[in-house]
């Protein structure tokens, strides 16, 4: 075999998988022995072949919902080794070496690698092991572009990247790290790939250092556990993915609502005179959230407990907030500071995270004797969720919280797990860090569960495989700039091609300083038009901080958020059923075409509107209509596609698109959602040419008669306007 030297780097000390032999007939595939163990292939469920090497003896942290549904599956001895057949696909697997093709009527969907010497022989081992590490080799076609692996906040398209599925703090949104990981990927070419695990996986994906026309990935477990997944389109796909790892819930209607925060408000009177400003200047609200610093002490933080010298009331300050219609969100880590007296109480019952040597695990944010000079960043123990009775101390713990009326907590970290600590479960920080944030997430939407009165919910930073299922989201810590507001939409757009459904970011940035009043418009018009909205960030993000203008237009785009309410509902509800995310990239929403696929900024909006960012200074914009009719919202005119098109948008405005035939429902303009009506508050349905799609909202189906256009089951008092401009009589 003929390898260049940086191939012989990687591969070193691999022990390729040669051969298959003695198998035995499984009610759903075949059992096969290898001289690195027992290859086991089954028919997971429609669409979904599973292949897995190795014992599985590790502690199971419920990345599976789904049971297998006992396909079944015939194996075929062929001259090259065997084929396995199924009623959807077929694998066949050939040895020396071993390697796979993955059929879908008659048609190859995904191989192993095909990059060969000049000799004929293959420069990379399709499959290969080494002290806990495995190697899958995979071929990828030309332009073949590959999606999903969380949330990253790059090029969409994973085509030549190298990535590396491990949560991390990606402060600034600038590089590879991201908060988001899950190793599941997926082609428009018809095949999705989940690699089972909680460890690290690093995706050479297409990367030309190693091999342009492969995916290579390196899978940092001792067992190799993959799910290959077959969909005519890449919603199938989705849809088999999150049957495989969990729906998403769906969130409380005030969610919906506008979120305003900051780094931080620091007193209660500072709280509440920013919330009667929202309601004195008629900008629409239903959130308030009490960020890192804000409601308790720093020095012994974290422990559920109010900072008395700025609170010494929290059951009346929360009352106050109640009572102007404002929900209060307050943020939370998964550590507790050395300096507080429950840090011993916790060690002694063994609910933190502990060294080799079983010691408490103490956590420094910076070096001795840096260490102690910041009253937020003090040495910490970190919650051990893995012990059952940590873990439910750590729920019920926020039970006082949620009893006083708090209606949601922020998770902030969960991606910071050292790789040296040892867990109850015997696990160490190497398997245990990527899914820490599922269960710090699950544990916390628990406790929402249980205890809140106001619906379940969780605001949550990191995530792995799974996380999907414990809405919502949010992005991270974007600098102030043009360039993180583009990073930030897409993140979202990433985490949605990776099956989580929700997604929220910083309107305004969250590094120190402000933006500019055109930025924040622009920020916060993106934001608007994203399944959730959030002000936030190191600094003042209160519309009026930023002028006249920018408090009146945005207001206006407020305004037109909470009108979009039941279609947001209608978003959720889709995503509860079929994994479909509320903002769809593009390669996503339109599979087929190409030239889509190339403009990564812009997005529908769930199935009917079509949403374009504006992420330059001056407004200049280049955007992409797909084939068919579309109706501007705002001028009401009518453009055909496919068509791109170059212009400066006006600052009042983004480029929003609905598309022919189909239906958009609005509520009402209000203050906060609770003004709404109980349930769906639809007070109008804006028909967009002749409709052809109905549209389910919970607990209302507006279905279309597809002779007459008639729309079904509309309520008595909703009116259906037949026009193409939102503003049209505005």
Not at 373 to 399: F, V
Not at 676 to 681: A, F, H, I, M, Y
Request: aromatic letters at 12%; hydrophobic letters at 35%; glycine letters at 8%.
């Amino acid at each position: 075999m003929f390898l260049n030297r940086q191939d012989l780097n990687i591969q070193e000390g691999f022990q390729r998988l040669e051969t298959l032999s003695n198998y035995q007939q499984l009610p759903q595939g075949a059992r096969f022995l290898t001289q690195l163990g027992n290859l086991e292939v089954t028919h997971y469920a429609p669409g979904i072949i599973r292949l897995r090497l190795g014992a599985q003896d590790k502690p199971d942290y419920g990345l599976l919902v789904s049971p297998s549904q006992m396909m079944e599956m015939d194996v075929i001895e062929t001259s090259q080794g065997y084929r396995l057949e199924s009623i959807d696909n077929a694998i066949s697997l050939m040895t020396s070496p071993m390697r796979f093709r993955l059929d879908k009527d008659g048609r190859t969907l995904l191989e192993s690698v095909t990059d060969r010497s000049f000799l004929g022989d293959l420069r990379w081992m399709p499959f290969a092991y080494k002290n806990g590490i495995w190697m899958v080799s995979l071929a990828l076609k030309s332009s073949e572009p590959i999606y999903g692996l969380g949330e990253k906040f790059g090029s969409l398209d994973h085509r030549g990247q190298l990535i590396d599925s491990w949560n991390q703090d990606a402060t600034t949104l600038n590089s590879e790290l991201s908060y988001k990981n899950a190793p599941f990927a997926w082609s428009p070419e018809g095949w999705g790939l989940l690699v089972n695990t909680t460890a690290r996986v690093t995706h050479a994906v297409g990367y030309p250092q190693w091999s342009h026309r492969s995916y290579i990935l390196q899978v940092h477990d001792t067992d190799l556990d993959i799910f290959l997944m077959t969909g005519n389109t890449p919603a199938e796909i989705l849809d088999k993915y999150t049957s495989l790892t969990g729906k998403a819930q769906q969130p409380p209607r005030w969610s919906y609502g506008a979120w305003m925060s900051r780094a931080y408000y620091q007193t209660a009177e500072e709280t509440l005179d920013v919330a009667e400003k929202l309601r004195k200047r008629e900008i629409p609200c239903d959130v308030i959230v009490l960020d890192g610093r804000a409601w308790h002490k720093m020095e012994t933080r974290f422990d559920f407990q109010w900072d008395e010298d700025r609170y010494p009331e929290p059951a009346e300050f929360v009352s106050r907030l109640d009572k102007m219609d404002f929900h209060l969100c307050l943020w939370e880590y998964p550590y507790i500071s050395t300096r507080n007296p429950l840090f011993n109480e916790l060690v002694e019952k063994g609910f933190l995270l502990k060294t080799r040597l079983g010691d408490p695990y103490i956590h420094s944010w910076l070096p001795y004797p840096f260490d102690v000079l910041y009253p937020h960043l003090m040495p910490s123990g970190i919650i051990d969720l893995t012990n059952p009775d940590a873990y439910e101390w750590y729920r019920d713990a926020h039970k006082a919280l949620f009893e006083i009326g708090i209606s949601a907590m922020k998770t902030d970290y969960g991606e910071s797990i050292p790789v040296d600590v040892v867990a109850y479960n015997g696990d160490t920080g190497e398997r245990l860090h990527n899914v820490y944030s599922l269960l710090y997430n699950r544990c916390v939407y628990e406790a929402s569960e249980k205890y809140s009165q106001k619906g379940a919910i969780v605001w949550g930073r990191a995530g792995w495989i799974g996380s999907q299922r414990y809405p919502i989201q949010w992005g991270g810590d974007p600098q102030c700039d043009w360039e993180a507001l583009a990073a930030s939409v897409r993140g979202g757009l990433s985490w949605g091609m990776s099956g989580a459904p929700y997604y929220s970011h910083d309107i305004g940035g969250f590094s120190k300083g402000e933006p500019t009043p055109e930025l924040y418009i622009r920020w916060a018009q993106a934001g608007v038009m994203m399944s959730h909205t959030r002000f936030h960030g190191l600094g003042r993000r209160e519309p009026w901080v930023y002028g006249q203008e920018a408090e009146r237009i945005v207001k206006r785009w407020l305004n037109l958020r909470y009108r979009l309410i039941p279609y947001l509902q209608a978003c959720a509800l889709d995503a509860h059923h079929t994994g479909m995310p509320v903002m769809r990239a593009m390669p996503l929403a339109f599979p087929s075409d190409k030239l889509a696929r190339g403009f990564e900024q812009q997005y529908m909006l769930g199935p009917n509107l079509l949403v374009v960012p504006v992420i330059s200074a001056g407004g200049k914009t280049s955007y992409y209509l797909p084939y068919g009719k579309w109706y501007n919202l705002w001028n009401g005119e009518i453009v055909d596609g496919p068509a791109v098109f170059n212009e400066t948008i006006p600052l009042e405005h983004i480029p929003v698109f609905a598309r022919s035939g189909t239906l958009l429902p609005l509520g009402p303009e209000v203050q906060h959602t609770g003004e709404l009506s109980p349930g769906v508050d639809v007070e109008e349905v804006l028909a967009f040419g002749q409709p052809k799609e109905g549209i389910e909202l919970p607990g209302l189906s507006l279905q279309v008669d597809t002779d007459s256009g008639e729309i079904k089951n509309l309520p008595d008092n909703v009116e259906v306007k037949f026009r193409s401009a939102f503003y049209e009589n505005k």
